[in-house]
């Protein structure tokens, strides 16, 4: 079986030895793959974030689950780590993508401005634990809505429309807007709703009046997306659109491909290569 690290997964941590058995969400079989993860850890005021690698991680067949042993994400941090500060308490995030990062980017860190990570966030991530012969579950972030198949671009094909036609009908407004504006607008988005993916509080960006515009066109679209507006015909009156809401971390990844774009495309068009790239597509 091929795994594809780009699907977002819902994560289920246990502890076991050997095989994990059948998942636990769909009692499909599981294949062992390694992955590079990202780790929250926190001890008591003091949190910091790792990378771990190793095969602890085995891929349903038949969903998008993942089952982590906990046992050895717990042994990585003990004994894998020489600088950070380490707690009881982690969350495994997410898989970090490393294919995804361009040749001409491999020599930066990752994170840096130029290189962003490329984090595939687990759209659900729980706990199972075995109290007294009984199997306690405790959740840790939100459920994925949907069962979405094919690439990710097939996937969530409709949310990166409405995303960018929020971008684009900010841009016919005010031709003189630039990818700039649109990267800027994308990234303060992106910084929110991970705040929000991690339980922190959402802080109000500072943008440029154009960078505004674009944020302020496509922030109402994505709210819609998660099932947190109604969305509204040019009238003014409640359109009577039913969609299932995505979650927030699909969203995150969503936008991220908007990112992505956005880099592609203005380094390949220049100052508005990417806003006139997707100006021909949008009615």
Not at 56 to 61: P, R, T
Request: charged letters at 30%.
């Amino acid at each position: 079986m091929s795994i594809d690290v780009t699907i977002p997964r819902e994560c289920i941590c246990r502890q076991f030895e050997g095989q994990p058995g059948p998942c636990s969400r769909c009692g499909g079989p599981l294949q062992s793959h390694t992955a590079t993860y990202l780790v929250d850890t926190r001890a008591s005021s003091d949190a910091d974030t790792f990378f771990i690698s190793g095969d602890m991680g085995w891929f349903c067949a038949q969903c998008p689950t993942v089952i982590i042993n906990l046992e050895e994400v717990r042994a990585f941090l003990t004994h894998g780590i020489i600088h950070g500060t380490v707690g009881e308490e982690f969350v495994v995030v997410g898989i970090v993508d490393l294919d995804a990062i361009p040749e001409d980017k491999e020599h930066l860190p990752l994170g840096h401005k130029d290189n962003p990570l490329p984090l595939v966030a687990f759209t659900d991530v729980t706990e199972e634990k075995e109290v007294k012969g009984e199997k306690r579950t405790s959740r840790r972030s939100s459920q994925v809505s949907s069962d979405r198949r094919g690439t990710f671009e097939e996937r969530y094909e409709d949310v990166l429309q409405n995303i960018e036609f929020g971008i684009i009908r900010a841009y016919r407004e005010d031709p003189e807007l630039t990818d700039w504006d649109a990267l800027s607008a994308v990234e303060a988005l992106l910084r929110e709703y991970q705040a929000e993916s991690r339980g922190r509080e959402r802080e109000k960006p500072s943008l440029t009046p154009k960078a505004q515009a674009i944020y302020d066109s496509v922030k109402p679209m994505c709210e819609w997306r998660l099932g947190q507006e109604t969305f509204f015909d040019e009238a003014g009156r409640p359109a009577g659109i039913s969609l299932e809401p995505i979650t927030v971390d699909e969203m995150v990844a969503c936008l991220k491909r908007i990112r992505k774009s956005i880099n592609r495309w203005s380094k390949r068009g220049g100052r508005q290569g990417y806003l006139t790239f997707v100006d021909q597509y949008i009615a």
